[in-house]
């Protein structure tokens, strides 16, 4: 492009600013990403739950424990292919902020309902031959360095004060990017064993497997029908409308995040919009000497569009770039207290679509003004 | 010839006729240009006088396409510029103009030589061809050992080269001068001027320059006055007594 040497030209007019400029969009671009990793973090739940499942809770609440005999009921109802049942252990592994959730459950169905978690079979053989046996998801494990064979113990909060050992024989992987491995699965008999009384043949509950997505009203539905107006009332929700529940039991992230989303980025306008207007009002009298000799008004238009564009294009990336070395290490950070971050490629694209954006408007209306500029008025100016 | 009366041959380089400009300023309108005519043949060296605010840069900037009369018509070999759209003009512009302005105006971020090249950039030729003109017309101001230079490392004169070479590079069919030796010292001028000259007698350059300066005045075949918004004829080329150099 024979214009290349002008635009570069003007670009680095002032170095202090072209730098200042580019930075604001590096850091609102990470900024940007963060906000929109963080987001869809808390919705992945909801993302990637199985159509194909249902959850049942008690009715009264998420806390209130329903009797074990349900899981036969439930099996019973047609459309029903897997029952597996799951109480939240609760406990504290070595202190307080090594949280990750701890869950039991019922060894018989589990892989068959949670079907993308998958254990390698022997490993899954030498879990069921194991009463203190337990599976640990991947990320868990490797957060805590612990290999199969380890013993690990667990101090209960919820279920008397003491710590309980457990054998780790298996480790988990989520086959769906995303998937949740920070979960550290227990055998409900030894749970039971062990429990207080008030908690014995009992599950926290349900999860069913359906033999079709297109099942899920109508089986939510007989399962509820089916304990009307036991001591023990059920709620039946799909999976993803569970994991929306339980999202916004932080809060309104999602409100959240849209309001600090918003407020970078007409900040970010407002410091590119000025900054272009200013680099291009300082040079009236220039871009009115090019119109002189023959450069359209397109033409004029099209290098102040295209000054603003690069900025953007390159303050974008390197933001890209800081966020795509950065959110690994946030997320270390913050394991335990979020979801697992992940930098997809629709995500820096989506950024990279962000920063174009701008970059574009904050160019159109300096980029029209110099369009519009009137050469004669423009010169005697000087 | 040079005429102002309206009746010059119909083959003139330049045809101006009933040239009047208005600018309204409030309320208040003002007349600059009142029924200007003119006729400039190709290969001439016109300057133009007046006092301040006469209309002189008005005259010009008509001339150049860069504004639109309030009546009249400027006929440029052949072509009739006053009732051109915005676009065509630009393109007439680039074709048939070449500016030098008091201030030389070159891009301060561009060196000498990307400032000459700017006008070729709106033609079809090649990185090669371009390059080609650009040191031609750079040597013909005698700044051939300048281009790598920004105008902040160059002198007022060496600028106004840089600039001169700006508009002739394109070989334009005119050149429009308003003031070109305003902001220089004597000898610069003289430079100036003795190069305006060599573009007009060697090169048969037509040239129409504003001037406040009769010995810059001096050098043209013609001098015309605007008076009262019209051109009157002050005297041919070497014409002006020696005593009235300022
Ligand atoms: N855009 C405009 N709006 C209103 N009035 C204008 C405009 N441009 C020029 N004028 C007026 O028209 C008159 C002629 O201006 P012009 O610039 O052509 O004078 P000039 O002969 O070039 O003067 P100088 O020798 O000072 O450069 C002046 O009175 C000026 O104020
Ligand atoms: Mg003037």
Redesign the interface.
């Known amino acids: 492009m ?2 290349r ?2 635009i570069f ?2 670009l ?2 002032k170095k202090v600013r072209f730098l200042l400029t580019i930075g604001s969009f590096a850091v609102a671009l990470l900024l940007f990403t963060f906000l929109a990793v963080v987001k869809s973090a808390f919705s992945r739940g909801t993302e990637i739950a199985g159509a194909d499942r249902l959850i049942v809770v008690s009715r009264i609440g998420l806390m209130q424990l329903m009797p074990i005999s349900y899981r036969d009921k439930i099996l019973a109802i047609p459309g029903v292919k897997a029952v597996t049942h799951n109480h939240w252990f609760g406990g504290v592994y070595q202190d307080e902020k090594n949280f990750f959730p701890q869950f039991v459950i019922d060894p018989e169905y589990q892989r068959r309902v949670m079907t993308e978690l998958v254990v390698p079979d022997d490993q899954w053989n030498n879990f069921l031959k194991d009463r203190q046996g337990a599976i640990a998801g991947a990320r868990t494990a490797e957060r805590f360095h612990w290999k199969i064979g380890d013993r690990i113990p667990i101090k209960t909060t919820l279920y008397g004060g003491s710590s309980w050992q457990f054998n780790l024989d298996g480790i988990y992987h989520s086959e769906r990017a995303g998937g949740d491995e920070s979960q550290f699965w227990l055998q409900w008999k030894y749970f039971d064993e062990n429990a207080p009384d008030a908690v014995k043949s009992t599950a926290g509950w349900y999860v069913v497997k359906l033999d079709s997505p297109d099942d899920a009203v109508r089986v939510a539905k007989a399962i509820d029908e089916k304990f009307a107006n036991s001591s023990f009332e059920t709620k039946t929700e799909t999976e993803s409308a569970f994991a929306a529940y339980f999202v916004k039991q932080f809060g309104n992230i999602e409100l959240l995040i849209l309001t600090i989303g918003s407020v970078v980025f007409f900040t970010l306008l407002l410091v590119t919009g000025n900054t272009m207007a200013i680099s291009v009002r300082e040079r009236t ?2 871009l009115a ?9 397109r033409a004029v238009l099209f290098f102040v569009l295209a000054e603003s564009v690069i900025i953007a294009l390159l303050g974008g990336f390197l933001g890209l770039v800081l966020a795509y070395l950065a959110i690994p290490v946030i997320g270390l950070a913050l394991t335990g207290l979020l979801p697992p971050l992940i930098l997809s490629k629709s995500l820096l694209t989506l950024g990279l679509g962000f920063a174009l954006f701008v970059g574009g408007v904050s160019g159109l209306l300096p980029g029209i003004g110099a369009m519009r500029l009137r ?2 008025n423009a ?2 100016r ?1 | 010839m040079v005429q102002v009366d309206g009746h010059g041959a119909t083959a003139s380089l330049i045809q101006v006729r009933g040239l009047d400009k208005k600018y309204k300023r409030g309320s208040e309108e003002i007349h600059v240009l009142q029924g200007l005519n003119l006729d400039v043949d190709q290969g001439e060296f016109v300057a133009f006088m007046g006092p301040s605010g006469s209309g002189k840069t008005t005259l010009l900037n008509l001339l150049g396409g860069l504004d639109v009369p309030s009546a009249g018509s400027i006929v440029v070999s052949g072509d009739e510029i006053t009732h051109m759209s915005r676009g065509k003009l630009t393109e007439w512009r680039a074709r048939h103009v070449g500016f030098i302005f008091q201030m030389y105006n070159l891009i301060p971020v561009l060196t000498a030589y990307q400032n000459v090249e700017l006008p070729l950039l709106l033609t079809k030729l090649s990185g090669a061809e371009r390059r080609k003109h650009v040191e031609t017309a750079l040597g013909l101001v005698g700044l051939a050992d300048r281009m790598r230079h920004y105008p902040r490392q160059l002198s007022g004169g060496q600028e106004q080269r840089v600039a001169i070479a700006r508009a002739v590079v394109s070989d334009p069919t005119f050149l429009l001068c308003d003031e070109p030796t305003g902001d220089l010292d004597r000898k610069s001028a003289d430079e100036i001027m003795a190069l305006i000259e060599r573009l007009v007698r060697e090169y048969r350059k037509t040239v129409l320059m504003v001037t406040h300066d009769p010995v810059v005045a001096q050098r043209a075949d013609t001098t015309l006055h605007l008076e009262k918004g019209a051109l009157v004829e002050a005297g041919q080329r070497r014409r002006v007594p020696a005593g009235g150099v300022a």
């Not at chain 1, 000497?289 to 008004?297: E, R």
């Open positions: 024979k214009f040497g002008l030209a003007n680095f007019r009298s220039e000497v090019l119109k002189a000799i023959g450069f359209s008004g050469v004669v010169l005697r000087v």
